[in-house]
Antibody, heavy 118, light 107 residues
Framework: QVQLLESGPGLVKPSETLSLTCTVS????????WSWIRQPPGKGLEWIGYIYYSGSTNYTPSLKSRVTISIDTANNQFSLKLSSVTAADTAVYYCARGGFYRGDFDYWGQGTLVTVSS | DIQITQSPSSLSASVGDRVTITCRAS??????LNWYQQKPGKAPKLLIN???TLQSGVPSRFSGSGSGTDFTLTISSLQPEDFAIYYC?????????FGQGTTLDFK
């Protein structure tokens, strides 16, 4: 059974860098695209970007200048860094596996709430 | 970016009702349209991909249709566990984008 689990600080200060890791079990990371998606409290879903096992990435334009997604296939993990955060970056952050069509997300982590506050 | 307009934003219904949710894309996305169900405090769950392919384990009362720019999700006979928020999402091109969501609650 494929499982994804996000980990990282739940509180980040404004202007600092948000860092999260997603640990994948039950699957080889070489077969799929791996995405980060976020959801501000009470709001809808926003795709942040994806990474392939080769290291190839694709980011949403509105966050591209601040986002880095990296992968560690040896440890079955991929990570998100979002720099210069503001209160607008407060959200539940999900990691997800892209399915056969890459952008259909068939497995999700449970999500982790990251609050940006001093 | 491809914009996805989802309607209605909320819907009140009863057990046994047939309900339909629609999504319209700002340009053709062929059939690269996916549907998710989200319950409070949980991650979204993929119900249907490529407009009409039901995922394994999803009840057959859920169905999807459409192509091009117009898509629908239909629940043929609502069950108590179906009251949730539903999102559509286009995976035709990046950035992948979601509809605003439809909250389905008890009438």
């Amino acid at each position: 059974q494929v499982q994804l689990l996000e980990s990282g600080p739940g509180l980040v200060k404004p202007s600092e860098t948000l860092s999260l890791t997603c640990t994948v079990s039950g699957d080889s990371m070489r077969s799929h695209y791996w995405s980060w998606i976020r959801q501000p409290p009470g709001k809808g879903l926003e795709w942040i970007g994806y990474i392939y096992y080769s290291g190839s990435t694709n980011y949403t334009p509105s966050l591209k200048s601040r986002v880095t997604i990296s992968i560690d296939t040896a440890n079955n993990q991929f990570s998100l860094k979002l720099s210069s955060v503001t209160a607008a970056d407060t959200a539940v952050y999900y990691c997800a596996r892209g399915g056969f069509y890459r952008g259909d997300f068939d497995y999700w982590g449970q999500g982790t709430l990251v609050t940006v506050s001093s | 970016d491809i914009q996805i307009t989802q309607s209605p934003s909320s819907l009140s219904a009863s057990v046994g009702d047939r309900v339909t949710i629609t999504c319209r894309a700002s340009q053709t996305i062929i059939t690269y349209l996916n549907w998710y169900q989200q319950k409070p405090g949980k991650a979204p769950k993929l119900l249907i991909n490529t407009a009409s392919t039901l995922q394994s384990g999803v009840p057959s009362r859920f169905s999807g249709s459409g192509s091009g720019t117009d898509f629908t999700l239909t629940i043929s006979s609502l069950q108590p566990e179906d009251f949730a928020i539903y999102y559509c999402e286009q995976s035709y091109s990046t950035p992948y984008t979601f509809g605003q969501g439809t909250t389905l609650d008890f009438k």
